[in-house]
């Protein structure tokens, strides 16, 4: 790589990597893990740099894609430790129950697909054409994968529509 | 829609948990990009040992590529791994008529993150491009491409007789669109960003495809918070149309100047490159994620697709959509009836093939 695309790389790290790191958080849940997402990614960015013309949008692929080829093999194992979770919904029925915690567990109990359909669409806010072209899949992939997770999520955290209708807009996280 | 307000919150403060507050959140920059730049330097030393393989790949795709159409302008000789086998359709998952499936875009590993296939009228067979975007003209017989990247300064328009003209634009611009005769291509276009992606939609260009003079207008019409492909213009009778960021359509004339705006809650069908019906009486639109048909006479949402149907592709005439179905066999487009009857299948796809498809009517 030559002294200038060196360079630019190095400011297109600087620039983008708090929000990189946001989003490989939101995706495993796990500083450590976040960070080798961000690191193997930039990692094969850096490698095919010249020929990259969006950088961010290349990037976010490389992760989207690798989080669910990692929970895919991973998939027998989170189905065990997820049948550990306690149950979240009916364990805490109180007013103080913080709308972070629940979704956090609920969101940990979905599997791969969903919860990176989830967050291209309710995170970075991509109509399902795009969601679909971040993880390979077909539109119709995006569209059951979304609609099969919502209603899972309803199932797991019922109080979460609940918390949003009671406490309206802005009212729910302390 | 309670659960997904809340989702789109709790997601944002989850994300948030990555950095304390006022905190950089993870690890410092100077560090992930040294630690990326060594580990590249370390992969192009290996890959440097496997080079008299990569090279004897090169040479056959090269012969296979030599023998499509418009190399010059066009395909450029690249090995055909990345998109996988599974990205050509065959000639029988295609069915000729009226109007037939014309370019496709599935994901690969080239800086857009995708290629087009495109076949021009009368060719069976789909062709595999570089190019990060492209749209076949009406007739069936010109082709006007983005090159490798989306969004691109350069619109690309290739004649019925394989020359290219290459059309600079006011700006970073996607998807170009042909209009209904054939004679103009749209694109929108949008501010200019220093690093990666882009910005908001500015407006649009039209492009005439005989001269190729460009008629660039500012219409940014707002659209703030919308995603990628709900910027796009598309095609409106005389003038063009677009969702705004409260998902309302909004209508111009090529002026730029508005003429009319449709309340809607979902704004156009995003899959559809030209979601308005050949009449121009009606518009295919989504509603909470669900395919609806809009009057633009009225505004009214005249048909609601039954839920396992979609999304909408298109029109096939003024009566009938094209929509997808996906099952676990592929996705099969249909002639679509308004009422939600699937007749008549224009194409099938392997149920993960990603990207746009593009139908659009041959000449008769």
């Given amino acids: 790589m030559r002294a200038a695309e060196e360079a630019a790389f190095r400011e297109f790290v600087a620039a983008r990597s708090a929000a990189l790191f946001r989003t490989a958080h939101l995706l495993t849940g796990d500083r450590h893990r976040a960070e080798d997402l961000v690191q193997n990614a930039l990692l094969k960015t850096a490698a095919r740099w010249r020929h990259i013309r969006e950088p961010d949008a290349y990037v976010r692929r490389v992760m989207y894609r690798e989080q669910v080829n990692v929970w895919r093999r991973r998939r027998i194992l989170t189905e065990w430790s997820s049948a550990e979770v306690p149950d979240v919904s009916a364990a805490d029925h109180s007013h103080d129950t913080d709308t972070r915690v629940v979704i956090r567990a609920a969101f940990d109990r979905l599997a791969p697909r969903q919860r990176a359909v989830l967050a291209l669409r309710y995170f970075e806010d991509l109509p399902e054409s795009r969601v679909a072209d971040v993880l390979g899949v077909s539109i119709g992939t995006v569209r059951s994968t979304t609609h099969r997770a919502l209603a899972k999520l309803r199932q797991i955290a019922p109080e979460l529509e609940l918390a949003g209708a009671e406490a309206g807009v802005g009212g729910v996280s302390r | ?364």
């Fill in chain 2, 1 to 364: 829609m309670t659960l997904e307000r809340e989702l789109r919150r709790a997601l944002r403060d989850l994300a948030d948990e990555a950095g304390e507050a006022g905190e950089r959140p993870g690890p410092a920059a100077a560090v992930l990009a040294d630690t990326a730049l060594a580990g590249a330097a370390r992969r192009r030393v290996r890959a440097a040992s496997a080079t008299s393989v990569a090279l004897a790949t090169v040479a056959v795709a090269v012969v296979v590529f030599a023998a499509l159409p418009g190399r010059s302008a066009g395909p450029v000789a690249q090995p055909a791994a990345s998109a996988g086998p599974s990205s050509a359709l065959g000639v029988d998952a295609v069915a000729d008529g009226p109007v037939a499936l014309s370019a496709y875009t599935v994901s690969a590993d080239t800086p857009s993150g995708r290629v087009a296939y495109v076949r021009t009228e009368g060719q069976r067979e789909f062709v595999r491009t570089d190019w990060a975007a492209a749209a076949v003209s009406p007739a069936g017989r010109a082709i006007a491409f983005l090159g490798r990247e989306d969004p691109g300064y350069l619109l690309n328009l290739r004649n019925p007789d394989r020359q290219t003209t290459h059309v600079n634009l006011p700006g970073p611009a996607s998807a170009p669109q042909w209009s209904r005769d054939g004679r103009r291509v749209l694109v929108t276009v949008y501010a200019a960003t220093g690093q990666g992606g882009h910005g908001a939609r500015t407006g649009f260009a039209v492009v005439d495809a005989a001269s190729g003079a460009v008629r660039a207008v500012d219409a940014a019409g707002e659209p703030a918070g919308l995603s990628a492909a709900e910027q796009e213009f598309r095609w409106a009778g005389d003038g063009v149309v677009a969702t705004d960021a409260s998902h309302d359509l909004r209508f111009y004339d090529l002026d730029g100047v508005p003429t009319r705006a449709i309340a809607s809650s979902g704004g156009l069908a995003t899959t559809a490159a030209d979601p308005v019906s050949p009449s121009g009486r009606l518009a295919a639109t989504d509603t909470e994620g669900r395919d609806t048909v809009v009057d633009l006479a009225t505004g009214a949402v005249v048909t609601t697709l039954p839920a396992g149907l979609g999304p909408c592709y298109g029109w096939y005439d003024d009566q009938h959509l094209i929509v997808a179905t996906t099952s676990a066999g592929g996705t099969r487009f249909a002639v679509t009836s308004l009422d939600g009857r699937p007749g008549r299948v224009l194409a099938t796809a392997p149920a993960d093939l990603a990207g746009r498809f593009l139908f659009s009517p041959n000449a008769t």
